[in-house]
């Protein structure tokens, strides 16, 4: 007995110790608690991929540190190219309740033998959150982390790479200092950590160039609050330089707009943010920010010069819907009125960016909430819906589509509104009291709303060559229904669900998702996961097809896995569950007959539909549907019937479409309060429909 107490203080010594190099909350909204529950799965409208596993989870390495063992915001698993054939696995772990963290490396061979499972120093030192990538002409990695966390003399960040080109994994460089407070950045307290590796071409004829991106972790805002900006440093090098197991010479630099960003400058602003390279020297950070913006930094010249600052709000009002004897659903418990309600990413911070479409467009995989103006949300529904959001670098837009759960049009760059799915203005159902409800979303395989900053993680892998991106989650969903007491979710406490979409086309448009759970006796039961709890999922960088052509219902695609299966339900690190450890694993699993197109009925009839909202101010949307594939005009006009606005004169496919009118007339300015017309002339047939404009 004495001896387990002795061993419980001690673990709550090392956390105390050593807890704090995960990323800290902030610019936390204020919570508007609810006993009030609404419980609406989403229900599947469209076929979803087959799939098999070809490597059934596969024993890694046990581990007491049961949080984000892959770290934040990349991916730990890396394909090696067709001629090496394997891929390399980074990620922290203790492997007894006492042992120290270490960084670990598995090597899995092109036949998914996991072949070495290893530290990859020999030094008993603490530490974590590495990143990898892997040189394509050679199929060795490069390998950075953090270890020093919070010393008083500041992180150091550590990289080594492995000489497999030499013949076989394990013949590590003995590890070197690539970040630490000896480089000159705006403060000297400055203290980059949670490193990301990538690896591009290079302007040095022969040579290729590694980037090794430290986020800060020292905020000097006025209140305190975390702000990462990014210390960028990069080296070229050769494979005469691997063979003398050089330290390179490493560049560096930062981004100013993210050093004011850290101090407050203009105002407090924390990015929430990943890193990519792209195969023709382009290098990006992208994400979204705590002032409801997208963002992304992007540079064309290998990483050299400036890098070009493109941003846009991301935050959408929508309307407060009524209940169906007149009453608003969302209403201020201080004040009684009903809230204003809007759209926006929250909590879906734990991301990674890739280029697609010939490195013409950037993507990540984020979510939008329900939230409340000015800064309140309702932490106790679920109204959280994974996004896609693009930045198409030619023509410098941003863009988003609804992954899931969508409405009539997921690729209008309006957010579903999960109370209106078929997007007609109207409350799709209400509960046996009259009340309006709404189709759940938590992609976070853990309940707790306190703990979702932590615990939300949103990735994609994909295949250049055949235009495939999977976009992987974990879903929580039913558990957090059954935690919050839903008799028809009782027993799935603890079971979170994998969710992995496929897009053949680049990303953009996507198909129905493949849930994969635990529970026994689920239709989304997969055996292999058996006595498991499958967490903190990560997929390998690159997606390979194994036969057939890209784009087709026949392809097959093979997606690499890279999970946590804890033992206790809950992240001990983040004060749940019990200290019972768990292992990391490795899998890898077959989809087929997947299909990216969003399945749209062709109406019978071309169709003009009442503009929503309305009154409207300042902008409403207009949605037609055609029979045919042809030319479509739509037009507004006063009520004196003089036309102000041509809004739409083009030809479109068949099916179902939206267009957007902002009060704005052909010339430019702003129209007067009033009723107007909007007429569609398409397939031969004219229709005109009143809407009413409110200031």
């Not at 070495?116 to 030192?125: L, Q």
């Not at 430019?668 to 429909?689: E, I, L, P, R, W």
Request: proline residues 6%.
């Amino acid at each position: 007995m004495k001896k387990t107490f002795s061993l419980c203080i001690l673990l709550i010594l090392v956390f105390c110790l050593f807890g704090e190099d995960f990323m800290q909350p902030s610019h936390t909204r204020q919570a508007v608690r609810s006993d009030e529950f609404v419980k609406r799965v989403p229900l599947s409208q469209r076929d979803v991929p087959n799939y098999e596993f070809i490597t059934e989870p596969t024993f890694l390495t046990t581990s007491y540190y049961d949080y984000m063992p892959g770290s934040y915001n990349s991916l730990p698993i890396r394909l090696q190219e067709d001629a090496q054939g394997g891929m390399y696995i980074v990620f922290h772990a203790t492997e007894t309740a006492a042992a120290t963290r270490r960084e670990y490396y598995a090597y899995i061979d092109n036949t998914g033998s996991v072949t070495s499972v290893a530290t990859v120093t020999s030094e008993d030192i603490r530490e974590g959150y590495g990143g990898i990538a892997i040189d394509p002409d050679t199929g060795d990695p490069f390998v950075a982390y953090h270890i020093k966390f919070a010393d008083p003399t500041g992180s150091e960040v550590l990289c080594t790479y492995d000489l497999f080109h030499l013949g076989s994994p394990g013949l590590w460089k003995a590890p070197f200092t690539v970040i630490d407070r000896t480089i000159p950045t705006t403060h000297p307290d400055d203290d980059f950590v949670w490193p990301y590796v990538h690896i591009g071409p290079s302007p040095i004829a022969d040579k290729r160039r590694v980037f090794i991106f430290g986020n800060n972790y020292t905020s000097h805002q006025a209140s305190g609050n975390p702000s990462e900006n990014t210390l960028i440093g990069y080296a070229d090098f050769d494979d005469n330089d691997l063979n003398m197991q050089s330290e390179l010479d490493w560049t560096y630099t930062t981004i100013p707009i993210m050093d004011d960003w850290n101090q407050g400058i203009p105002e407090e602003i924390r990015p929430y943010h990943s890193y990519a390279v792209s195969d023709d020297g382009q290098v990006a950070i992208m994400g979204y920010n705590s002032i409801d913006e997208l963002f992304v930094f992007l540079n064309d010249n290998y990483g050299e010069g400036d890098y070009e600052y493109y941003n846009i709000p991301i935050d959408f009002d929508i309307d407060n819907p009524q209940n169906q004897d007149g009453t608003y659903r969302f209403i201020d418990p201080d004040t009684g009125l009903p809230h204003e309600l809007y759209m926006a990413p929250q909590l879906c911070n734990h991301m990674n960016a890739i280029f697609t479409s010939d490195n013409t467009k950037l993507r990540f995989l984020g979510s939008m909430n329900m939230l409340l103006r000015p800064d309140l949300w309702y932490p106790d529904y679920s109204m959280k819906y994974p996004k896609m959001f693009t930045f198409d670098i030619a023509n410098e837009e941003f863009s988003f589509s609804d992954l899931y759960v969508t409405g009539a049009n997921p690729y209008d760059n309006v957010p579903m509104v999960p109370w209106d799915l078929d997007e007609d203005g109207a409350v799709d159902e209400f509960d046996p009291d009259g009340n309006v409800t709404w189709v759940g979303g938590w992609p976070i395989y853990f309940d707790d709303a306190d703990a979702a900053f932590h615990e939300n993680y949103t990735k994609l892998a994909y295949n250049e060559e055949h235009g495939i991106v999977a976009a992987v989650w974990s879903d929580g969903l039913k558990q957090r229904y059954a935690v919050q007491g839903e008799p028809a979710y009782a027993g799935w406490e603890t079971y979170p669900e994998i969710a992995i979409a496929i897009s053949t086309d680049n990303g953009e448009t996507w198909g129905e998702p493949l849930f994969i759970n635990a529970k026994s006796g689920d239709d989304n039961y997969a055996p292999e996961f058996d006595g498991m709890i499958p967490v903190y999922i990560y997929p390998g960088d690159k997606i390979e097809i194994i036969e057939n052509g890209p784009g087709t219902a026949d392809d097959e695609a093979l997606i690499h896995l890279f999970f946590f299966d804890d033992n206790s339900f809950g992240s001990t690190i983040q004060g749940f569950g019990e200290n019972l450890g768990g292992s990391t694993m490795y899998a890898s699993i077959k989809l087929t007959d997947f299909t990216s197109a969003h399945n749209t009925t062709v109406p019978l009839s071309s169709a003009l539909s009442q503009n929503y909202p309305n009154p409207f101010n300042p902008e409403t949307n207009i949605r037609y549907s055609l029979k045919n594939s042809g030319h479509v005009t739509i037009e507004i006009f006063n009520i004196q019937g003089q036309k102000v606005k041509t809004l739409l004169n083009r030809s479109e496919v068949g099916g179902d479409h939206v267009v957007v009118w902002d009060g704005i007339s052909d010339d430019g300015a702003a129209v007067s309060s009033g009723v107007y017309f909007y007429k569609m002339q398409a397939d031969g047939t004219n229709t005109t429909k009143k809407m009413l404009l409110l200031k």
